[in-house]
């Protein structure tokens, strides 16, 4: 099995038992690029991406370091596509004051 191959492993069977397989936010089961899980919260000395090395061993270590933190609890995390998960982080970034008045702007905009 290819390393990408034993990521991909990985992510659907956690996906499947947890989380029904499907992206939280649009309930597909796949995107061109890819699905993740998003961590609610982190928690000291946890597993982080960014602590890994950027190649494909690096993803799949940090997959193997993650899988038994999602079967422990799997509510600590959220399954989402790749778009999605950028979207989520990119939301975080605003305060909370903020959020609400995007919030309120998107409602009463008409497409």
Known sequence: MTIPDEIKAIKLELAERYYEGVCFVCKKPKS???MT???KRYIANDVVHSNYPKNSSGTLQYYKDLAPLIRKNPR???Y?????HQAVERLLRY????MKSLLICVKQSKK
């Open 32 to 34: 061109k690029k890819g």
């Open 95 to 98: 305060g909370e004051n903020t």
């Open 76 to 78: 600590r995390f959220i």
């Open 37 to 39: 899980f998003h961590h």
């Open 80 to 84: 989402l596509c790749s778009p999605h």
